[in-house]
């Protein structure tokens, strides 16, 4: 198993009268090489779902095992560390650097591995080729479209070979042809054998997972195959 949580609460103002619980006792189970979507409206939890799955955010309570590790009590910088081993992202707003290149923003996270330069080189070309932007490298994202700078987030994403890819909302931005571009670009890299988390609040994105987990007020409603959870 790769991912597990166990009674995830994530509560702000607990105890006040403002307390928002954003999770409210979630569990769950990811295993390597899943297709999972995590769907839900605005407001459901499910970006904050993410960000605990995602080690962005510690949760008020419960336990988190990633691929073996109890990552509970971490520090920040060992977050930080477990991150960009383990996990790539992507978001609705690509977040590349304006002021680097193609080639420049899939190469920083090789670059904070300590990845030599030789090794760099290879690693960024072929994420980049996997996507089908190798001729566009000395372009900086002011010069690409929104679906060219969000191929380039993947390459980012996947530059470092990590084992889980978390997509938050990564269609979002594009026309619906630029969007199913990139929705099979995942399912390429989910049949490399990449776990692939998607975060989205369209029903028909969600469609395309395996797996689908629905959350709703901070609880998971629903839990299966598209059919299963009613898409």
């Known amino acids: 198993m790769?991912?597990?949580?166990?009674?995830?609460y994530k509560i702000y103002n607990e105890g006040k009268e403002s307390e928002v619980r954003a999770l409210d006792g979630v569990s769950l189970h990811i295993d390597r090489g899943e297709f999972v979507a995590i769907?839900?409206?605005?407001?459901?939890?499910?970006?904050?779902l993410m960000n605990i799955?995602?080690?962005l955010d510690i949760p008020t309570?419960?336990?988190?095992?990633?691929?073996?590790?109890?990552?509970t009590d971490r520090s920040d910088?060992?977050?930080?560390?477990?991150?960009?081993?383990?996990?790539g992202f992507i978001f609705q707003g690509y977040n590349l650097i304006p002021a680097l290149t193609a080639y420049e923003n899939v190469e920083l996270p090789l670059i904070y591995q300590g990845v030599p330069m030789w090794k760099r080189e290879e690693l960024v070309m072929e994420a980049l080729e996997k996507v089908a932007m190798a001729d566009r490298w000395k372009h900086k994202p002011a010069e690409m479209s929104g679906g060219q700078q969000q191929r380039v987030a993947i390459a980012r994403a996947i530059?470092?070979?990590?084992?889980?890819?978390?997509?938050?909302?990564?269609?979002?931005?594009?026309d619906s042809k630029t969007g199913k571009h990139v929705l099979e670009i995942l399912h390429t890299l989910n049949d490399e054998g990449t776990t692939i988390i998607l975060i989205t609040h369209d029903n028909g994105i969600a469609a395309t997972a395996k797996r689908v987990v629905?959350?709703?007020?901070?609880?998971?409603?629903a839990d299966g195959t598209r059919e299963e959870v009613g898409l």
């Open 2 to 8: 790769l991912i597990a949580i166990k009674d995830i």
């Open 39 to 48: 769907i839900g409206a605005s407001g459901s939890g499910k970006s904050t």
């Open 53 to 55: 799955l995602g080690c």
């Open 61 to 71: 309570y419960g336990d988190y095992i990633l691929d073996g590790t109890d990552i």
């Open 77 to 87: 910088r060992q977050l930080a560390r477990i991150r960009n081993k383990e996990i």
């Open 159 to 174: 530059a470092t070979h990590p084992p889980i890819i978390m997509a938050d909302e990564p269609t979002g931005a594009l």
């Open 214 to 221: 629905r959350i709703s007020d901070g609880h998971i409603v």
